[in-house]
Each structure stands twice: as structure tokens, then as C-alpha cells.
Nanobody, 126 residues
Framework: QVQLVESGGGLVQPGGSLRLSCAAS????????IGWFRQAPGKEREGISC????????YYADSVKGRFTISRDNAKNTVYLQMNSLKPEDPGVYYC???????????????????WGQGTPVTVSS
């Protein structure tokens, strides 16, 4: 059974850091493009970052470029999202999603992905 499980969310002060994890079971993450998405209340799910399975190239939304880093540990079948310098506009539920290799085409679109987890909530507040 294919499953993605996100963890690592929580409450952090502005300027703080969190590391999110996305663990897979039932399939090998390294064979898929993995994206991180977030969804704030009342808003569309937006693509934050993606790591390509075939090239290892990483992609970021402009809003997080320079602050967030996506990485993959194939031995642990896990993808991470290191989030630094968190801002008040970063909160939401963060999801990891898996897509068959697409070389980054439309990486930001939730509709490109085949699997996703239940999400982990992130709150940024002082």
C-alpha cells in the first residue's frame, strides 16, 4: 500500500526553523519527483518545492527561495524540507506529494501528483 507520512510541523516563532520529513512506504521515493505543498485556510494548495527523481534538480517557489531547502535520503526513503527564517505568511498544512518523473514540468501544480499524505501543520506566531 502506497503511503506518504509527513511529520515535523509545529509552532515556531517568526525567524525560527523547522524541518519537515516525508516518509514513504509501499514504494521507493527516489523513483518519483517529490513536491512539498502548503495550504493555508481558505486558500489553494500551492507548490513550495520539488526535487526531481531523475536529475536531482530542485525547484522552489519565489516566496521560499533562499529560505527553504529540499533534500532526499534514499537510504531512509525520506524527503526533507528544511525551513529557515520562517515568516508570518508561511503557516499552513504542509503536504508532500509524489509524481512520476516529469523533469520539473509543472512541478508546482498539485494536479500533476499521484500520491500525497495527510499533511503536517505549521504555525508561525510570536
Amino acid at each position: 500500500q502506497v503511503q506518504l507520512v509527513e511529520s515535523g510541523g509545529g509552532l515556531v516563532q517568526p525567524g525560527g526553523s523547522l524541518r519537515l520529513s516525508c516518509a514513504a512506504s509501499g514504494f521507493t521515493l527516489s523513483y518519483y519527483d517529490i513536491g512539498w505543498f502548503r495550504q493555508a485556510p481558505g486558500k489553494e494548495r500551492e507548490g513550495i518545492s520539488c526535487i526531481s527523481s531523475s536529475t536531482g534538480i530542485t525547484y522552489y517557489a519565489d516566496s521560499v527561495k533562499g529560505r527553504f531547502t529540499i533534500s532526499r535520503d534514499n537510504a531512509k526513503n525520506t524527503v526533507y524540507l528544511q525551513m529557515n527564517s520562517l515568516k508570518p505568511e508561511d503557516p499552513g498544512v504542509y503536504y508532500c506529494e509524489a509524481d512520476t518523473p516529469s523533469y520539473g514540468v509543472n512541478w508546482w501544480s498539485h494536479f500533476e501528483y499521484d500520491y500525497w499524505g495527510q499533511g503536517t501543520p505549521v504555525t508561525v506566531s510570536s
